[in-house]
């Protein structure tokens, strides 16, 4: 275990979240060095994930060069490499994987986050308010970001969305009203948001295709708004 959490803990720091929450305790992260994270590889042409497949894990990038395309753009190739993240919505959402990663040098390494797991120990941890806080504006990061669900990136979770993000919560933090505008929250509501916004935009296509604009829905404020 202690291995472990040597190997772990500085793959985990490099997500904002998961740094602040080292720093709240090294229980929950002792844990999902154990039982959530591993190491893994891909060689030459072989696929990490690939677009319709359920998205269950989130990937830190070790060494090696991936090539990202997303189903509408295939033409389009976003190259990752050491240092970056992917796959992040798997961690907070019910995803499905909206593009193709393939391993685009001799070998690639990485660690992946399993999202079940993740959440199994978090869910249960004195943290939990905390990390449904983040991913209710993870969601809303997302959905601001994208005009329609097809479009949305497996790439989504930069450094600076991350920390886009992180800006709210940190100032909550600083005073010490975790709860606040945010009371009440759970990961099983962020789920369940997701799922509603998938239906919303499926209906919107259906109803209003190449009629009058887009819109698409606001979580903040459970209406709709003109993109």
Not at 58 to 79: C, K, T, W
Not at 96 to 112: I, L, P, S, V, Y
Request: glycine share 8%; net charge negative; proline share 2%.
């Amino acid at each position: 275990m202690n291995l472990q959490m040597e190997v772990g803990l500085p793959i985990l720091e490099t997500h904002p979240l998961l740094k602040h929450l080292t720093v709240l305790g090294n229980n929950e992260i002792s844990r999902l060095c154990e039982k959530a994270l591993k190491e893994a590889g891909r060689i030459y042409g072989e696929d990490l994930f690939h677009a319709g497949a359920s998205g269950e894990k989130m990937y830190f990038i070790q060494s090696g060069r991936l090539n990202y395309a997303s189903e509408q753009h295939p033409d389009v190739i976003e190259e990752v490499n050491k240092g970056n993240r992917c796959s992040e919505a798997s961690v907070w959402l019910t995803w499905e994987h909206h593009g193709q990663m393939t391993c685009a040098d001799h070998n690639c390494n990485f660690f992946q986050l399993d999202g079940a797991g993740f959440r199994n120990i978090m869910i249960r941890s004195e943290h939990a308010e905390l990390c449904s806080m983040y991913a209710r504006l993870f969601l809303r990061k997302l959905i601001e970001e994208y005009i329609t669900e097809e479009d949305a990136s497996d790439l989504f979770g930069s450094d600076a969305e991350v920390g886009s993000i992180m800006t709210p919560i940190r100032a909550v933090i600083r005073t010490s009203n975790l709860m606040g505008d945010f009371g009440g929250m759970s990961l099983a509501w962020a789920f369940q948001e997701w799922r509603d916004w998938h239906q919303q935009r499926k209906e919107e296509r259906k109803n209003a295709r190449n009629a009058g604009p887009l819109q698409r829905l606001c979580t903040c404020c459970r209406g709709t708004h003109d993109v």
